[in-house]
């Protein structure tokens, strides 16, 4: 866990501007975490937890040197790799810089942008799987 949260420390908390109050919540410990590494070395994680709405996955973050190393994506696909076979609906908050990512593996923006810790999102959801 110490690895995952320097990893949004410096992702979110520095290089966004993110309130470190906001960061970190109380669904640290109920949430499944990833990390994912390039050579041996922790360079992105993303989390997912069970909602009353279906799957949510939250906090995907992979350290700005390693953004066009598939690091994202080889998390992100691990992670729909374990929930998708949970048979429930998969979402998430997307920044709005990030939603291109998010759309070649499936998801799909709903509703209206909204911001969120001073960042504009979208609420995606995964409208077919792999």
Do not use: C
Request: proline residues 2%; aromatic residues 12%.
């Amino acid at each position: 866990m110490d690895t995952a949260f320097a990893i949004r420390q410096n992702v979110f908390v520095e290089e966004q501007q993110v309130d470190k109050e906001e960061e970190y919540d109380e669904f640290e410990q109920s949430s499944i975490h990833y990390l994912v590494f390039v050579d041996e070395k922790p360079v992105g994680t993303a989390r997912w937890r069970i909602t009353k709405d279906g799957i949510k996955l939250e906090r995907f973050a992979v350290l700005k040197e390693y953004r066009n190393a598939k690091a994202g994506r080889t998390v992100l696909l691990k992670v729909l790799e374990d929930v998708i076979p949970l048979g429930k609906k998969i979402y998430m908050n997307a920044q709005l810089s990030a939603m291109r990512f998010y759309e070649r593996e499936g998801f799909v923006a709903e509703g209206e942008m909204f911001i969120e810790a001073n960042i504009q999102h979208y609420r995606m959801v995964l409208h077919h799987t792999q």
